[in-house]
């Protein structure tokens, strides 16, 4: 029985994830891997502007079908 808690926990840890990454909880997290992959050489945002320009460009402009 001990042996089967390590796909269960792994299983579990996959569908956190995965619910982290629908959610939109992991974007502060994404940014800095993709900021450190290609943007070195910028200054890294804080994730508290991080998260206010989300905001600003979430809730910036025209949000209707039509």
Same mark, same amino acid.
């Given at each position: !029985?001990?042996?089967? =808690?390590?796909?269960?926990?792994?299983?579990?840890? =996959?569908?956190?994830?995965?619910?982290?990454t629908l #959610?939109?909880?992991?974007?502060? %997290?994404?940014?800095? =891997? @993709? @900021?450190?992959? @290609? @943007?070195?050489? %910028?200054?890294? !945002? #804080?994730?508290?502007?991080?998260? =206010? %320009?989300?905001?600003?460009?979430?809730? #910036?402009?025209?949000?209707?079908?039509?």
């Amino acid at each position: !029985m001990r042996g089967a =808690a390590g796909p269960l926990w792994r299983g579990l840890g =996959a569908l956190w994830r995965g619910l982290r990454t629908l #959610s939109g909880d992991d974007a502060y %997290e994404r940014y800095c =891997a @993709h @900021h450190l992959l @290609h @943007h070195r050489h %910028e200054p890294l !945002m #804080s994730r508290r502007v991080f998260c =206010a %320009e989300v905001t600003r460009h979430r809730w #910036s402009g025209i949000s209707r079908c039509c």
